[in-house]
Nanobody
């Protein structure tokens, strides 16, 4: 089994910062592409940022220059981070991490975290 567990959401004032974390663990052989998505009430889930196993990053235009995605590939777990600076009220959403994982049975599929709420408000 593979698990993705997120943490780091919360309430922050406009202009503030938050750091999200997502740990992938379990029966993992390799973690490929990882990413963060978000979904605001009444909206579809949208891409925020992705990072490949080689460290190549991609960002939505709305967060470029403010958010930074990174990852730490340890022996038994892989963690993806999202550093969010200069937060705006429109960044308010539930944030989900996603990982494409090859498990030890050599099956590849996408996994999602449970989501963490980020609220930007004064």
């Amino acid at each position: 089994q593979v698990q993705l567990v997120e943490s780091g959401g919360g309430l922050v004032q406009p202009g503030g910062s938050l750091r999200l974390s997502c740990v992938a663990s379990g029966s993992i052989f390799r973690v490929n592409l990882m990413g963060w998505y978000r979904q605001a009430p009444g909206n579809q889930r949208e891409l925020v940022a992705t990072i490949t196993s080689g460290g190549t990053t991609n960002y939505a235009a709305s967060v470029k220059g403010r958010f930074t995605i990174s990852r730490d590939d340890a022996k038994n777990t892989v963690t993806v981070f999202l550093q969010m600076n200069s937060l705006k009220p429109e960044d308010t959403a539930v944030y989900y991490c996603k990982a494409n994982i090859l498990d030890r049975l050599r099956n590849t599929r996408d996994y999602w975290g449970q989501g963490t709420q980020v609220t930007v408000s004064s």
